[in-house]
């Protein structure tokens, strides 16, 4: 059994409906929640001009592979109506691998630790509510320790 760590964040549509829809989707096809954070509106990030995000992370049991988590994730995020045309774009859903144990792997099509999660408040404040002492392990810091670190000053509220 894998522990792996997913953000999920969307500003399309009904977002709360959105969020407890990926959170409805992973417990069916990737594994069962064993802890979520509080939903956060947090400030765009990359594209500024587009509206506010709700986002949350979840801790999750998996028996999936990274690739098979992977390709399970993008199913998700098709069948809930995401096209991924343009980065930072407006998403009706939107679900990163933030952790997979402790493993690091840096591929074209797969990077985990997530490559960004370090500089973004919208990833680190909720993680760090449910996951304050996990380790990272390419920095080998904790992540209240990333969070304390971070310059990134975008809104991140609980909602």
């Known amino acids: 059994m894998h522990t792996i760590y997913l953000l999920t964040g969307t500003n399309i549509g009904d977002s709360k409906t959105n969020l407890q829809t990926a959170f409805d989707f992973i417990q069916q096809q990737i594994g069962k929640i064993i802890?979520?954070?509080?939903?956060?509106?947090?400030?765009?990030?990359?594209?500024?001009d587009q509206q506010l995000f709700l986002n949350q992370v979840l801790k999750v049991e998996t028996q999936l592979s990274p690739y098979q988590l992977l390709e399970t994730i993008l199913e998700i995020e098709k069948g809930m109506g995401r096209n991924r045309?343009?980065?930072?774009e407006p998403r009706i859903i939107d679900i990163d691998i933030l952790f997979f144990d402790d493993e690091i792997i840096d591929e074209n099509d797969l990077q985990i630790p997530h490559p960004l999660l370090h500089e973004r408040r919208f990833t680190l404040v909720p993680l760090n509510e449910i996951a304050t002492n996990l380790i990272h392990p390419k920095f080998k810091k904790t992540i209240a320790q990333l969070l304390n670190e971070c310059t990134d000053s975008g809104i991140v509220e609980k909602l």
């Open 35 to 48: 802890d979520a954070s509080h939903v956060y509106k947090t400030e765009p990030w990359g594209n500024k």
């Open 85 to 88: 045309k343009v980065k930072y």
